[in-house]
């Protein structure tokens, strides 16, 4: 990622004003640069979400939402997930124009170009924030880590390298078959 110098902090009010068809973050109160995905990156999307999608508009319990969607933490911390969901009872976190509030689930896809930013910096803050679920979603290498905050920290649940099933805690239910994510 590509942290753009500012003169200033970056609030979240500062980066609503911004109007030049770029897509940003903020970290730590410094706008970041977000480039467009890739290709491999927007099918897996779109697969996962799908998958997803199909089970907690089955069991309603929940909405999904994709990127490019606001997830306001707070002014310092303003991120794009790939994939978040919340469950019907948080729904009031909710707002036209973004997401203020703290996501059950999240999923980042990871690229090359961005993989300490996801892992490790924006999980940090996932993980600090309270996201009950962290999903990192690995294209090139066909990995899926399912993490999960147990007692303040990251767990591993669920894994899958190249080939099978990958399971949720908090979407307890749903399995899927990693094949479908990556094919």
Same mark, same amino acid.
């Given at each position: ?20 068809? &770029?897509?940003?973050e ?13 290709? *491999?990156?927007?099918s ?9 999608? &199909? ?7 929940? =909405? ?17 997930? *790939? ?18 509030? $703290? ?24 993980? =600090? ?14 990995? $899926? ?15 899958? =390298? ?19 994510v990556? *094919?």
């Amino acid at each position: 990622m590509t942290a753009i110098t500012a003169r200033k902090r970056m609030t979240y009010a500062d980066y609503v004003k911004i109007d030049d068809n &770029n897509r940003y973050e903020i970290l730590h109160g410094e706008l970041c640069m977000v480039p467009a995905p890739s290709t *491999d990156h927007q099918s897996v999307s779109r697969n996962l979400e799908f998958l997803i999608w &199909n089970f907690v508009k089955k069991k309603g319990i929940g =909405k999904i939402f994709d990127a490019p969607i606001d997830v306001v933490f707070d002014d310092d911390e303003v991120f794009q997930p *790939d994939i978040v969901f919340i469950k019907s009872e948080n729904q009031g976190i909710i707002h036209k124009t973004a997401i203020h509030g $703290i996501p059950d689930l999240i999923v980042e896809i990871v690229s090359p170009s961005s993989a300490f930013y996801d892992t490790v910096e924006k999980k940090e803050i996932y993980r =600090k924030c309270g996201v009950k679920e962290c999903w990192l979603i690995f294209p090139e290498e066909r990995v $899926i880590e399912i993490l999960t905050l147990e007692r303040g920290e990251y767990l591993e649940f669920c894994k899958s =390298k190249k080939a099978g099933i990958v399971k949720s805690k908090m979407l307890e239910g749903l399995e899927i078959n990693s094949q479908e994510v990556f *094919d």
